[in-house]
């Protein structure tokens, strides 16, 4: 029996490639643009692997269901989809 094959599907965050300093950066630049400081300390690759929000509320636990949250959030995905 032959098989073709139609797609192939890739996990990057970490298994294939390390990518949590260009997550940590998009992050660091999505904050910027939404005109929110937040320490640098903060922006560690530790934090890598939860969903987005989840990170923005480890971050800054003020941001949750703000709508500089969902400011962020589409920052960081235009950043980090680019």
């Not at 139609?6 to 940590?24: H, R």
């Not at 934090?47 to 003020?62: C, S």
Request: glycine share 4%.
């Amino acid at each position: 029996m032959i098989y073709m094959i139609k797609c192939a599907i890739f996990d990057l965050d970490g298994t294939l490639i390390d990518s949590a300093a260009q997550i940590m950066h998009c992050l660091r630049v999505a904050f910027m643009q939404a005109g929110r400081a937040a320490d640098e300390s903060l922006f560690v690759p530790r934090r890598v692997g939860p969903p987005i929000r989840q990170i923005l509320a480890d971050i800054d636990p003020a941001l949750p269901g703000t709508a500089v949250a969902e400011e962020i959030v589409s920052h960081f995905r235009a950043l980090y989809d680019h």
